[in-house]
């Protein structure tokens, strides 16, 4: 009887289905701001994103560093990296020293390329004092959560030795690992890291590499 019913009035042209709502950036935003002033760090980093962005009208850097620093302070890791992103581009926003310590906080939270982007400002002295210990930790640890990259860098790192001591074997033993996590090595770096390594070395930088690659 019910179906009948709402087929006959259909055809009268008596039953109007109503559309849902439609959302927009502007409600986006309405909420986002609502959200965040109330404390919200995963709002306050979706609404930095909207101001960073420009989504309602034109970019707005202060904003946006205002509201990521506010998710960054309420522990949000992804807004930590997001302002070690900011303040190391070379923008308004940069300050290095910042930068460093953002990307830190966010590589303690378990972002990986914050680590990686750490153990780079580490490696080289930029933001923070140079420390090759501390970078080749960092880099091991985005390494870990699978950032080929870090392991290619430690590679290298270790090629010229963390104390003026170059140790090829795990300066291979890396190799082999950023090798087999897909990273592509170019021939001339290969050929250079393998060149006159004695086989015992050898075989000791692919069992560091297999034991290293199985505990991860």
């Known amino acids: 009887m019910f179906i009948g019913f709402v087929c006959a009035t259909a ?10 709502p439609r959302q927009t950036y502007t409600d986006a935003m309405g909420w986002y701001l609502k959200a965040a002033k109330a404390g919200e760090p995963r709002a306050q980093f979706l609404l930095a994103m909207q101001y960073e962005l420009g989504i309602r009208g034109k970019p707005d850097v202060g904003k946006a560093l205002h509201w990521y620093k506010k ?10 990296y997001k302002l070690g992103l900011m303040m190391s581009k070379g923008g308004a926003a940069t300050d290095l020293k910042q930068a460093a310590s953002w990307f830190h906080e966010a590589a303690k939270n378990g972002i990986s390329d914050a680590a990686f982007n750490y153990a780079l400002m580490c490696e080289q002295g930029i933001g923070v004092d140079q420390n090759l210990e501390q970078a080749s930790e960092w880099y091991e640890t985005a390494a870990v959560k699978g950032q ?15 104390n003026g001591k170059p140790d090829r074997v795990k300066a291979l033993g890396w190799l082999r ?7 592509t090595i170019p021939d001339p770096i290969a050929t250079l890291f393998r060149l006159k390594l004695p086989d015992e070395d050898v075989t000791k930088a692919k069992a560091f590499a297999d034991e290293w690659l199985s505990k991860r």
């Open 148 to 162: 080929a990259k870090s392991a290619m860098s430690l590679a290298v790192l270790f090629s010229r030795g963390l």
């Open 11 to 20: 055809m009268a042209g008596t039953v109007a289905w109503a559309d849902p």
């Open 177 to 183: 690992v950023a090798e087999a996590m897909g990273e």
């Open 71 to 80: 998710a960054a302070k309420g522990g949000y890791a992804q807004a930590q």
